[in-house]
């Protein structure tokens, strides 16, 4: 099931604390801080995915966005014990795009791979004849269940503790601005992949 957060335990609980001095007063303001914080979170996560900026687009090779998206979770990886390969990002492989925003996708896919247990992380891209390219992005993490595939791109849910559910719903958008398309193609025991495709 994906959060649900709603202001009226606040409320509540503000109330029986201005009237009851029985009640531990000290565990309910860490209560109503804890919720607070989760509100604020959830508003913020919120404008994140409302306030997606047009995308600045211009020609730029896969290659370049997927290996700054990497430089810049380098220390993650390592220290999560993570190997990166990257295959077939040609120079020459050039999508129509917002490098920032299509980086941000693979930081999130990135994130999650290192989130799943993931030991290794394979990011390859090949060119159709028609002009079209596909990026895949596969790790050797936990599969997601085929009941939570389902429900992935949704945004608010979540199946981590703490997370935000809004990684892979922004990543669609994004996808969607640039009329290309991210899904999930497999994830089973042996690899969890997804496809981008552009054009």
């Known amino acids: ?20 001095d029985s009640l531990d007063k000290k565990a309910g303001l860490e209560t109503i801080a804890a919720s607070s914080n989760s509100l604020i979170n959830f508003v913020n996560s919120y404008r994140s995915l409302s306030k997606i900026s047009k995308p600045a687009k ?3 090779p896969i290659a370049g966005i997927v290996e700054k998206a990497v430089s810049l979770n380098l220390k993650y990886l390592e220290d999560s014990g993570v190997k990166c390969t990257l295959k077939g990002l040609y120079n020459d492989i050039m999508i ?4 920032g925003q299509i980086s941000q996708i693979f930081i999130n896919l990135i994130k999650n791979a290192v989130q799943a247990q993931s ?3 394979e990011i ?8 079209g390219v ?4 596969s790790d050797d993490g936990l599969p997601v269940s085929h009941e939570n595939s389902e ?3 949704v945004p608010f849910y979540t199946t981590k503790s703490g997370g935000s559910g809004i990684g892979l719903s922004l990543s ?3 996808m969607r601005l640039h009329n290309g398309t991210i899904d999930l193609l497999q994830s089973d025991n042996e690899k969890t992949t997804f496809v981008l495709r552009f054009g």
């Open 96 to 99: 129509y795009a917002d490098e």
């Open 151 to 153: 429900q992935i791109f």
């Open 124 to 131: 390859s891209a090949e060119a159709a004849p028609s002009g």
């Open 172 to 174: 669609r958008q994004i």
């Open 58 to 60: 211009r020609p730029v």
């Open 119 to 121: 030991k290794n992380i």
């Open 1 to 20: 099931m994906g959060k649900k957060i709603t202001t009226t335990p606040i409320a509540a609980l503000s109330e029986a604390l201005a009237q009851d």
């Open 134 to 137: 596909s990026v895949f992005v």
